[in-house]
């Protein structure tokens, strides 16, 4: 009532007091305030630039030029502008200023003060202005527009007006730019896109539309140490209003008794705009609608800091409404506001959009008549922190905070202490959660707010509570007015239909429920019996009642000396509605005749783990009788996880097959029985627990209470590490080197295990790696929730490794600790096939190293190969690769095809004469390979003196060694480079290399160095010796040919039996080979090719996983049982491409369709072999594998 006469009498005041229906902003104007009285005025006697009149003042700021001017206006002076303002454009600099008590500028409601556009600038110092008026337009004594600039010092603003020529519909648009016909805002300043600044400034008594003291529009406002008070706006704003993003400050300020006919009794801001008030007081403002003090919406944010709202009023937050905006309170108050309706402190509204945010600040006496004494949330949120609402009310619902459907709030480390609702059906005295609301209290207390019929809390959407507490509550007048089933449910918190209510770590501490009405049950059952029916309901008071279709959850709760007259003394349960429990103590009273603290309906669903019963240290009750005075209802409705079972306590941990049933504990808990004794029975319940090495689930309220809520979860820890594309979890790298060294890698993939989530550290152990492999990075964390992640690269070189028979190995140590630590081990395993090198290899041994392999390098060059002519010599020569090392395979190789394709295919020794006299080309040289690179040559001359024994890999020259042959000891040198016997020496037998040499017989001689015979001294005996010498010589060739004949015969026998060991080992392997695959057999699909359009190489038919793939001989002709194999022999038509202009395609698909059709073939089972798709391409190992093993698909064709 108050509310509607103050709005009528400012109804009367803006309407001129005229009879009839007020109109909300009439242009009457009103009466002339007084100026107050000043000293005598000084004059301008003797002043530069001084102004003791309207025309002086006029003429010079019409003189003003771009320099800043100061005009002085004695003290004391009163001019009166005569109706003409003061106009100030362009890049003018204006000052105008007075000393001592000031002095007066009055517009007599003729026009307004001054207008400051186009960039001008005026400043007013201790200059008084008075009595400004326009009609439909804006700044009733100062108009600041197009990027002016305003600054007031020490000024007094005093009865100016901005009215409209026509009644405005209260409902009229908001203004946000530009000109309408009623355009009347701001009273005594507007700024449209400008700058204003009062310091020590007051303004009193202004009207206008909206702003009745300061409307800004897209500019900037700041106000130090002023006062704005008996101000009205006939819509939005009553003190100051801020739109189109405009920005304002106000610093120890002061808005008092201003009123807005709409929203904003002090302040409205819209359209994005920002307000900062700090250290400033807000009083006796009030609003006809929304927002007593502020009115906030369009995305509009307001900060209050350090400051005070109190004693404003509206029909909806009587201290502020919020829709669709931000509103902060921080260090600050709103007291003793008043709404009509809805939100006595606060309102919020918009949708969701709307949010408020009170730290360290405190709404008190806050009155509403219908709902949210202290906060109203409707569609909006709320967030306190460290925060309270005190000795809030309201008639009807939520006498300190009411949340309606789409709202929320959030309450941490705040309070609600003596709230109250006057209507005995009044609802929640603290907290009224309606329907599709949603509450949560962190940390927070709940106090002294005794409620009637309806609950302390009431809670018809969601209600969370987490480490808070209810204390000293009673619900003192249950059961009052006696007129339905209603009136006996209920008590301090009250779950109704479809209400969620949750309490973790809480308390509900000395709450009690009686019943007002001890008629009651006399009158309910007069009601009975004329109804007839056998009984009255039973009440079911509790300080927590469960509606039907409620829903209550209990975690490591406590309920303390809590009471009530009939139901329980904790909780009630209703039938239909649902309790669970974990943790819950009960702290029971030691009086006589209290209800059980938990009773349950037939009906009602339970689930109670965990329970704990005790009493004070000073009471005496027997075990049964404590038991008895915990749990009351039928056994068959206690529900999962609490059952009563009779005789004596079964073993430890034995528990009812029901007890631990699914959904008893939370995920991966352990169920086990707690047993107490309960009358002649036994009562247990299901007790939970994370055994290790589980752990508790963060995400749960609490380490104890994940058991029950929450889950336990299982440790992370490194499962397996894997290798990209790799059968095993071997790291297995081929590297080879032709003519530089290679470089591969490989990915290590971790997998991680264990519901938990924790971040993963990883580390390996540089020191445990050889210097050919290498690791990068070699730590890193893996981030929480991440399974599987690639953690480092593992790389191998062939640099600097040598060749050997069998693979390097090594082992990465790689630990993993998370919640867990484990250590694993890849293995490594490198195989470094090599191409012997020309350049490197060598005749003579490696020299060993100290790390273990050899090198082919020499400090000197090798002493000659010394030999006697006929004499067979071995000779050492080594096999080194690119980089000087001893190879490992043999020349031909002995390795697999894809090796030996990739390097040279033999060495060759060759003799060569230096004086090139008889030997007309180089004797060859037969060679045995030894062991891991090297070789023997058999070397023997025939001729004697210098040679050259020449090493060759695969014509290119590799080394020399210099070779002396030598005649034997019983031999001399012939000139044919031959050797022969000796002058008078006749070799024995005819074979003086074989048999040595003879003196001449007697009458014989032999002139001259040879391999004849002696001669007789005599001329016959010279013929016939000559003759016989012939004839010797004769026998001698056949005989030396013959021996070489032999020798040849030799030397081929055993390169035939070289070649026959190599045949069976060849044989041997073809045997293998038809036997088992060395490559996978790779078919396509007829139908997949056709789908291709194209030959397509193995790799990409691989990707594409087009390709049917049989990795045994087993498996490709079980497949080919059962699909029909057709082998494609083709001409390659270009060196890069099999069918590079699609020639071959279409008729090999014809070919393939014909076969089907003339054996009949199901088109579908028939699968192809082709060269380009079936053999890789890229990889020219892979490659000859496949090649090798082409016999074998043949025959699965």
Not at 694 to 712: R, V
């Amino acid at each position: 009532k108050a509310a509607e006469v103050s709005l009528l009498v400012m109804m009367l005041l803006l309407s001129g007091g005229s009879g009839g229906t007020p109109s909300p902003a009439a242009p009457v104007a009103s009466p002339l305030a007084p100026v107050p009285a000043a000293p005598m005025v000084a004059g301008c006697s003797g002043l530069e630039h001084c102004a003791d009149s309207a025309e002086s003042l006029r003429s010079l700021v019409h003189n003003a030029s771009v320099d800043a001017m100061l005009i002085r206006l004695p003290e004391g002076a009163n001019i009166d502008l005569g109706g003409y303002a003061l106009e100030l454009r362009g890049s003018v600099t204006l000052r105008i200023e007075s000393s001592g008590f000031g002095a007066w500028l009055d517009a007599g409601q003729r026009s307004r003060v001054a207008s400051v556009r186009d960039g001008a600038s005026l400043s007013i110092v201790n200059v008084h202005l008075a009595h400004g008026l326009v009609e439909d337009e804006s700044g009733g004594c100062i108009l600041v527009e197009d990027g002016g600039t305003l600054r007031m010092e020490k000024s007094v603003l005093l009865g100016c007006e901005a009215v409209a020529s026509r009644p405005i519909d209260p409902g009229f648009p908001e203004i946000r730019g530009g000109v309408a016909a009623a355009d009347a805002h701001g009273g005594t300043i507007a700024s449209l896109g400008s700058a204003v600044e009062l310091i020590d400034t007051r303004i009193e008594r202004s009207l206008a539309v909206d702003g009745a003291a300061i409307f800004c529009l897209g500019g900037s406002l700041s106000l130090l140490r002023s006062t704005i008070r008996d101000s009205a706006a006939s819509r939005e704003g009553g003190a100051i209003a801020l739109v189109s993003a405009s920005n304002a400050t106000l610093r120890g300020v002061s808005l008092d008794n201003n009123t807005a006919f709409l929203g904003g009794g002090a302040l409205y801001l819209a359209d994005a705009s920002r307000l900062m008030l700090v250290d400033s007081f807000v009083t006796r403002c009030e609003a006809g609608t929304v927002g007593g003090a502020l009115m906030l919406e369009g995305d509009a944010t307001a900060v209050l800091r350090d400051s005070r709202v109190d004693l404003c009023s509206a029909a909806t937050g009587g201290g502020a409404a919020v829709d669709a905006s931000r509103l902060e309170m921080h260090n600050s108050s709103m007291t003793s506001n008043r709404a009509s309706e809805s939100g006595g402190g606060i309102s919020i509204a918009g949708g969701g959009m709307g949010s408020v945010w009170l730290v360290d600040s405190l709404i008190e006496d806050a009155v509403a008549l219908k709902e949210g004494g202290g906060v109203f949330v409707e569609g909006g949120v709320l967030l306190l922190e460290r925060s309270q609402i005190l000795r809030c009310a309201t008639h009807y619902d939520g006498g300190g905070m009411a949340v309606l459907a789409g709202g929320a709030a959030e309450l941490r480390e705040s309070t609600v202490v003596e709230c109250a609702v006057h209507e005995i059906r009044g609802k929640g005295s603290a907290l009224f959660v309606n329907f599709g609301a949603s509450v949560v209290l962190r940390r927070t207390r709940i106090e002294r707010c005794d409620s009637a019929m309806y609950g302390t809390v009431y809670v018809g959407g969601r209600l969370t509570l987490a480490s808070s507490a209810i204390a000293h509550c009673v619900a003192r007048d249950i059961g009052g007015s006696g007129s339905d089933y209603a009136s006996r449910r209920g008590g301090v918190v009250w779950v109704v239909h479809g209400g969620v209510a949750r309490l973790t770590d809480s308390t509900i501490d000395d709450c009690h429920t009686y019943d007002a009405s001890p008629t009651w049950h006399s009158s309910m059952t007069l009601r009975a019996r004329s109804r007839r029916l056998a009984a009255p309901p039973e009440p079911s008071f509790a300080p927590v009642s469960v509606d039907p279709h409620g829903t209550l959850s209990l975690a490591n709760t406590v309920f303390s000396n809590c009471t009530a007259q009939t139901g329980a003394s904790a909780v009630f349960v209703s039938a239909e509605a649902h309790l669970r429990t974990a943790m819950l103590s009960l702290e029971l009273p030691c009086l006589a005749g209290v209800p059980p603290a938990i009773h349950a309906d037939r009906g009602a669903d339970l689930s109670i783990r965990a329970l704990s019963v005790s009493q004070p240290d000073n009471c005496r009750r027997a075990p049964a009788e404590l038991a008895a005075s915990a749990v009351s209802g039928a056994a068959a409705t206690l529900g999962a996880g609490v059952s009563l079972v009779g005789g004596e306590q079964p073993g430890a941990g034995e528990a009812p097959a029901s007890l631990c049933s699914a959904g008893t504990c939370a995920t991966d808990a352990a169920c086990t029985a707690d047993y107490e004794a309960m009358a002649d029975a036994l009562m247990v319940t299901a007790r939970c627990s994370c055994e290790p090495p589980n752990l508790p689930s963060p995400e749960a309220a609490s380490a104890e209470l994940a058991p029950y809520e929450g889950g336990c979860l299982t440790p992370r820890e490194g499962v397996t590490v894997s290798v990209p594309q790799a059968v095993a979890e071997n790291v297995v790298i081929e590297l080879s080197k032709t003519s530089r060294p290679e470089t591969a890698n490989r990915t290590i993939v971790l997998h991680m295990g264990g519901s938990s989530s924790a971040e993963a550290r990883w580390t390996v152990d540089e020191g445990a790696l050889p210097p050919w492999l290498s690791v990068w990075p070699t730590s890193g964390v893996l981030p929480a929730g991440v399974d599987k992640a690639a953690l480092f690269t593992v790389s191998a070189s062939s640099a600097h490794v040598a060749e050997q028979s069998e693979p390097y190995t090594a082992a990465i140590n790689l630990t993993v600790s998370s919640q867990r630590t484990k250590l694993f081990r890849v293995p490594v395993l490198v195989i470094v096939a090599v191409t012997t090198s020309a350049k490197h290899s060598m005749w003579g041994e490696a020299r060993p190293t100290e790390e273990g392999s050899f090198e082919c390098e020499r400090a000197d060059a090798p002493p000659p190969v010394e030999l006697e002519v006929g004499e067979e010599r071995e000779v050492v020569f080594t096999a080194c690769d690119s980089e000087g090392l001893r190879v490992a395979h043999s020349l031909p190789s002995l390795r697999s095809e894809a090796v030996a394709a990739a390097g040279p295919k033999a060495f060759h020794v060759e003799l060569h004469d230096r004086e090139g006299l008889r030997a007309a080309r180089p004797a060859e040289m037969l060679y045995a390979y030894v062991s891991l690179g090297r070789y023997k040559a058999t070397v023997a001359s025939p001729l004697v003196g210098d040679l050259d024994l020449l090493l060759y890999v695969d014509g290119a020259l590799v080394d020399s060694r210099h070779v002396v042959a030598r005649c034997p000891p019983y031999l001399v040198p012939l000139p044919d480079r031959s050797c022969g016997c000796d002058t008078n020496l006749e070799p024995v037998g005819g074979l003086a290399e074989s048999q040595g040499c003879r003196p001449c017989y007697m009458g014989y001689h032999k002139g001259a160095p040879g391999n004849g015979s002696c001669q007789p001294d005599t001329w016959p005996i010279i013929v016939s010796s000559v003759g016989g010498a012939l004839g010797l010589v004769m026998i001698l060739v056949l005989v030396i040919f013959a021996r070489r004949i032999y020798q040849r015969h030799l030397l081929a026998m055993a390169a035939a039996e070289r070649e026959g060991a190599e045949k069976r080992r060849r044989i041997q392997e073809a045997v293998k080979g038809v036997t088992s695959l060395k490559f996978p057999l790779s078919v396509m699909p007829l139908s997949k090719l056709r789908e291709q359009g194209r030959l397509m190489p193995y790799e990409e038919a691989r990707d594409a996983g087009v390709l049917r793939c049989c990795d045994t001989m087993e498996a490709a002709v079980s497949f080919a049982a059962d699909h029909p194999l057709v082998f494609v022999s083709h001409q390659w038509l270009s060196a890069s491409h099999p069918d590079p202009h699609s020639q071959h395609y279409p008729i090999i698909l014809e070919a393939a369709e014909a076969l089907c059709a003339e054996h009949g073939l199901d088109p579908s089972k028939l699968h192809l072999w082709l060269d380009y798709h079936s053999i890789p391409q890229a990889n020219e190992a892979t490659k000859w594998l496949a090649i090798g093993s082409i016999a074998l698909y043949a025959a699965c064709s």
